[in-house]
């Protein structure tokens, strides 16, 4: 389907597929490199910067809603509570 | 079971479920040929029925407000269940903040880091308090506003010490005000049926601007008490986790403290 | 590209429930299974795009421009900020089994003692 309607926002269709195709391969590694790191607080680390990398795709799905919602959850309040819970389980193994 | 054995008893499983996967999902329309009738139709007609220009947030708390009512008490079950897992244990005790604050040796908090959390508090509560109370004109909503209203609330722990935070957001404060936004939401939809109309009807004027402020009615009241919710909820699980991780202390044997 | 954003999603489900089975810390089990929710969020977003399309904010462009579709993002949108309060109370959860029996390996912790 083709864009009747030229808004100040559109960009050439096939440059949006390339943006498109890049930040899917990029969440796809986000999510391996989450996965295969085992040591917890730098698998934090990691999960802020996934949490970063999905935020863009989702704006390159245009849902910049969902973009908030996931830049300010994924990427600040979920790693800060899993810190919270690492450092309580580490002060007990002290 | 062997962890190698498990690891390949999950292999065979996983590949069986990507292809049945993969088969259902080559029936779609295939990325990018969005055929359905209902996103178009909603697309159409929302903007002249609620005089709201986001269409999501419209979604959200008009067409759908029902379910958007029970996902937040989804997250007001989960703060609690947050608060009653994290409860004081038998053979505990809780320690005041000022007796631990005077015991611990931890690196003060680097400058660099507590300038930047000063300067960002106050734009972080005013684009919170935006982004609440502008759901139906922009991307914006009760749920991100929330969230960046709590993140603004951190922003004072990691500025200053656990004792500030404490002082700006005492539990039983934050326990009132998620309670006031998750009945409110509620209490609208009641209004509604103690109007004679159904529940969460929009009964409130709809205003004469598409998507300024004070337009579309109810969408942007619920929006605000979501908000209010969402921030005391995730204010409350975190004051949790810190309690449990600062203040917590086990008593050994004998009482000791460890 | 037709079909390119579904095989992600599938990679994504994939890679985090081998996370989830071969863990050997409960953090690492929790982070694992953020990683398989996020591939929730991708398929439904996936699912409602349509080339060439805007946002559907009608503000500043007219009405009748074509528009993704709205109903999932609504979906997508209260579904990360719930989720993220699920994981706090599993967190909860992983932190009070710390207490009680003193490991946090998924697989010493097979066994339920009242």
Redesign the interface.
């Known amino acids: 389907?083709?864009?009747?309607?030229v808004?100040?926002?559109?960009v050439p269709?096939g440059l949006?597929?390339v943006l498109?195709?890049v930040l899917?391969?990029l969440?796809?590694l986000g999510?391996?490199a989450?996965?295969l790191t085992?040591a917890?607080v730098r698998?934090?680390i990691v999960?802020s910067v996934?949490g970063l990398l999905?935020a863009l795709?989702?704006l390159a799905?245009?849902?910049?809603?969902?973009t908030l919602?996931?830049l300010t959850?994924?990427a600040i309040?979920?790693p800060l509570?899993?810190l919270l819970?690492?450092a309580?389980?580490r002060s007990?193994e002290k | 079971m062997t962890?190698g054995l498990?690891?390949w008893v999950?292999?065979a499983g996983?590949a069986g479920?990507?292809a049945f996967?993969?088969w259902g999902?080559?029936g779609?329309p295939?990325?990018?040929?969005?055929p359905?009738p209902?996103?178009d139709l909603?697309?159409?007609i929302?903007?002249?029925q609620t005089n709201a220009?986001?269409?999501?947030?419209a979604?959200?708390f008009e067409y759908?407000g029902f379910?958007?009512l029970g996902?937040e008490f989804?997250?007001f079950a989960?703060?609690t269940?947050?608060a009653t897992?994290?409860r004081r244990?038998r053979g505990e005790r809780e320690g005041s903040a000022e007796d631990e604050a005077a015991g611990r040796d931890v690196p003060p908090t680097s400058d660099a880091v507590r300038q930047v959390a000063l300067l960002l508090t106050g734009p972080a509560l005013v684009m919170g308090w935006y982004l609440a109370s502008h759901a139906q004109?922009?991307?914006s909503?009760g749920?991100?506003g929330?969230?960046v209203l709590a993140t603004a609330f951190i922003l004072i722990y990691l500025a200053g010490q656990f004792l500030a935070f404490e002082r700006f957001s005492p539990v039983d404060v934050t326990d009132a005000v998620e309670a006031v936004g998750a009945g409110g939401f509620a209490a609208i939809g009641l209004a509604g049926v103690a109007m004679g109309l159904s529940f969460l009807t929009n009964f409130l004027g709809l205003g004469t601007i598409?998507?300024a402020v004070s337009s579309s009615g109810t969408i942007a009241l619920i929006s605000f008490f979501v908000g209010m919710e969402?921030a005391a909820?995730?204010v409350l699980?975190v004051s949790?986790?810190l309690d449990?991780a600062l203040l917590l202390r086990?008593t050994g044997p004998g009482g000791r403290s460890r | 590209?037709?079909?390119?954003?579904?095989?992600?999603?599938?990679?994504?489900?994939?890679?985090?429930?081998?996370?989830v089975?071969?863990s050997?810390?409960l953090?690492?089990l929790?982070?694992?299974l953020?990683?398989v929710q996020?591939?929730t969020?991708?398929l439904l977003?996936?699912?409602?795009?349509?080339?060439?399309?805007?946002?559907?904010?009608?503000?500043?462009?007219?009405?009748?421009?074509?528009?993704?579709?709205?109903?999932?993002?609504?979906l997508?949108?209260?579904?990360?900020?719930?989720e993220?309060?699920?994981?706090?109370?599993l967190?909860?959860?992983?932190?009070?089994a710390?207490?009680r029996f003193g490991t946090?390996d998924p697989?010493q912790l097979v066994q339920l003692k009242g």
């Open positions: 389907m083709t864009l009747a309607v808004t100040p926002y559109t269709a949006m597929d498109q195709a899917l391969v969440v796809a999510a391996t989450v996965v085992r917890p698998q934090v999960l996934y999905l795709l989702f799905f245009q849902a910049p809603d969902v919602s996931e959850v994924g309040v979920l509570l899993l819970g690492l309580k389980v007990r | 962890p498990r690891r999950f292999l996983m479920l990507a996967y993969l999902l080559h779609l295939g990325f990018g040929r969005y359905g209902y996103g909603i697309n159409r929302a903007v002249s220009t986001g269409v999501v947030s979604v959200n759908r379910d958007t996902e989804i997250l989960a703060a269940g947050v897992v994290l244990l004109t922009s991307p909503g749920f991100q929330g969230v598409p998507g969402v909820a995730f699980i949790e986790m449990q086990a | 590209m037709h079909i390119f954003p579904f095989i992600v999603v599938v990679w994504i489900l994939a890679v985090g429930l081998y996370g089975v071969t050997r810390h953090m690492h929790i982070m694992c953020i990683v996020s591939s969020y991708v977003l996936a699912v409602g795009y349509r080339t060439g399309a805007v946002a559907p904010y009608f503000f500043d462009v007219p009405v009748h421009t074509p528009a993704v579709d709205p109903v999932v993002q609504a997508t949108l209260t579904d990360v900020v719930v993220a309060a699920v994981t706090a109370l967190l909860a959860f992983a932190i009070q710390h207490k946090l697989q």
